[in-house]
Nanobody, 124 residues
């Protein structure tokens, strides 16, 4: 079992930056592949980025590639999402997720544990 708590969301103007964090409980964080997803009002939850358990492989949705960077600090049990050049279309609740299945999945069904989410609002 792992508990995930996101932080770092807020209101930012278009073109600005935010850094999301996801603190994980438990001593096996380093064994989980991790992901970030987002959900805008009236839309389904969508993949944003993922990172393998050892951190050597990262994956991004086309919409955020080149603007967002996912990283992890296994010593601190923390996952990060650096978001630059934010656009109003990035407005959503952002969720971190953990997968016990080894690979860094890009779909919701590939993850076993979820945080409660943090709101990101980008104004134009």
């Amino acid at each position: 079992q792992v508990q995930l708590v996101e932080s770092g969301g807020g209101l930012v103007q278009a073109g600005g930056s935010l850094r999301l964090s996801c603190a994980a409980s438990g001593r096996t964080f380093s064994r989980y592949s991790m992901g970030w997803f987002r959900q805008a009002p009236g839309k389904e939850r969508e993949f944003v980025a993922a990172i393998s358990w050892i951190g050597g492989s990262t994956y991004y949705a086309d919409a955020v590639k080149g603007r967002f960077t996912i990283s992890r600090n296994n010593a601190r049990n923390t996952l990060y999402l650096q978001m630059n050049s934010l656009e109003p279309e990035d407005t959503a609740v952002y969720y971190c997720a953990a997968s016990t299945r080894g690979s860094a999945a890009t779909v919701v069904s590939g993850y076993d544990y979820w945080g409660q989410g943090t709101q990101v609002t980008v104004s134009s």
